[in-house]
């Protein structure tokens, strides 16, 4: 396991690698320094940490020794998968106590069955990996999102993922028919078994589900698979306003069941991915302050997707609801409709840093909550720029507060960014919703958690967090401080 390279392990790190070489084999103990080094730090490259050891289990026997080594040595464990946290959840303490654990080379599609809607998937599985499997069979799993290429089904179980067809299918809370997970103590955890009814008291799957690694390893998950779509449509509007969008997703959603996706971004978001991608242009000629990207789909190839949206958008066109809109000719041009959606992050952190928050409010509430804090958050910090964008149907957005220019990004990211994110913060909390909508807490939220929580749900978080692990080792500084 070691090389000329190598990091200089603690003595007891260096005890728990020699244990765990009598379990695993050497390619999957690395103590390599560049090989270990790209995922010491997150998706955003805001939190750095340190780690000495990386472990690469291939089997749940395997994890369940890392796991009893972990015990026996006191050495905290970070499990990884695609390293796409949005909130530092998958980067390790910089004081190098801890060992990343990837669940990377746990890649089995163990199960995929059509005729029972389901996919049992290892958690190193990447989720277009196992978009590819159930289209192969006939069926399709309905969660998508931006990093569906490096996003595994362990980190979007462990997160609660969310996504753009949510609206209609839920989160991954919703999609998840069991679990498998070894426990703090080492113990297997197996609730594969997708039961329609089980009231043998808590749900372990649930409290496993969400709990950002905290409470114990995801290993595999049973999945719902749904039917193949048969057509689809996609759309873009360009509308006068939030409230606007609103009553429109209200028609569609009478219109029919297929409305799988309604996001709405406003035009300066339009305009930073329009500067971002090469070649890209606006997909209507109207300038207008707001944009909903629609998508509708059909499992029965009887019915028009298309036609579904003709008929609601000309009829919106003739009330003066919207103001311009255009179907996608083609799955191509679909696609690179949702490119333009799903580049908005990229196409945002090029403009220069951002104070960028995940939240949720209840969707009734949502057009003015982002209206009204917009111009609360520009006039309470002059010189920024803020707007949100995301899943209007189910209440999600990202509002972000762009840095006036020429902010220093360390100043920014140091000495405003929290200042600016607990101001957010009180309002989302004021409108009744959640500081966390689908990125988790993970190290990033941790402190705004336990200051905006009330006691009784701070106190319940504590209490099953020592139940499960009394020593605190899965996962250490995330989601809930010691």
């Known amino acids: 396991m070691n090389s000329p390279q190598d990091t200089r392990m603690t003595p007891t790190l260096d005890r728990f690698a020699t244990d765990l070489s009598a379990h695993l084999p050497a390619r999957a103990i690395v103590t390599d320094a560049s090989t270990i080094a790209p995922w010491l730090v997150d998706w955003r490259r805001r939190y750095h940490g340190r780690a000495d050891l990386l472990i690469e289990p291939e089997s749940v026997d395997q994890v369940q020794a890392v796991v009893r080594a972990t015990r026996k040595h006191g050495v905290p464990l970070v499990p990884q998968g695609g390293n796409s946290s949005m909130v530092g959840g998958a980067t390790p303490p910089g004081d190098g106590t801890a060992a990343i654990l990837s669940l990377r080379r746990m890649k089995r599609l163990r199960r ?52 753009t067809q949510v609206l209609r299918f839920g989160t991954m809370r919703g999609l998840v028919a069991g679990l498998e997970a070894v426990l703090p103590d080492g113990s297997l955890h197996d609730g594969l078994s997708p039961l329609k009814k089980d009231n043998r008291g808590y749900d372990l799957n649930q409290l496993l589900i969400g709990a950002e690694g905290t409470l114990g390893i995801v290993t595999a998950a049973a999945l719902r698979l749904v039917p193949a779509i048969a057509a689809r449509a996609v759309a873009w509007v360009a509308l006068g306003s939030p409230d606007d969008a609103l009553v429109l997703l209200r028609r569609f959603q009478a219109a029919s069941d297929g409305v799988e996706s309604f996001e709405l971004l406003p035009t300066e978001s339009l305009d930073a991915v329009l500067a971002y991608l090469p070649d890209a242009r606006a997909p209507v000629t109207t300038r207008a302050p707001w944009h909903v990207l629609i998508e509708v789909t059909a499992v029965d190839a009887a019915i028009s997707p298309a036609s579904i949206i003709e008929r609601v958008l000309a009829a919106a066109l003739e009330d003066g609801l919207i103001a311009d809109a255009t179907i996608a000719a083609s799955e191509a041009q679909a696609d690179g409709f949702w490119r333009m959606r799903e580049s908005i992050s990229d196409a945002e952190r090029a403009t220069g840093p951002a104070a960028q928050h995940d939240i949720s409010v209840p969707v009734e509430a949502m057009p003015r909550f982002m209206v009204e804090a917009a111009a609360a958050c520009e ?36 000495a405003q960014v929290p200042v600016v994110s607990a ?13 966390s909508a689908e990125h988790g807490i993970g190290q990033m939220k941790i402190a ?29 500084g995330k989601l809930i401080a010691r």
């Open 112 to 163: 995929v069955d059509a005729d029972a809607g389901l996919a049992v998937a290892e958690a190193g599985v990447i989720l277009a990996e196992l978009h590819d499997a159930a289209q192969a069979v006939g069926r399709r799993f309905p969660l998508t999102l931006g990093a569906r290429g490096s996003a595994t089904v362990g980190g979007l179980v462990s997160t609660n993922a969310g996504g």
């Open 423 to 435: 101001f957010v913060h009180d309002l989302v909390v004021a409108a009744g919703g959640s500081i």
């Open 379 to 414: 006039a309470r910090f002059p010189g920024t720029r803020a707007s949100g964008f995301g899943h209007l149907g189910d209440g999600n957005v990202h509002f972000h507060v762009r840095a006036p220019a020429g902010t220093d990004p360390a100043d920014w990211y140091g």
């Open 448 to 476: 705004e958690l336990a200051r905006l929580s009330s006691p009784a749900r701070m106190g319940a978080l504590r209490a099953i967090k020592q139940a499960f692990d009394p020593d605190w080792l899965f996962n250490p």
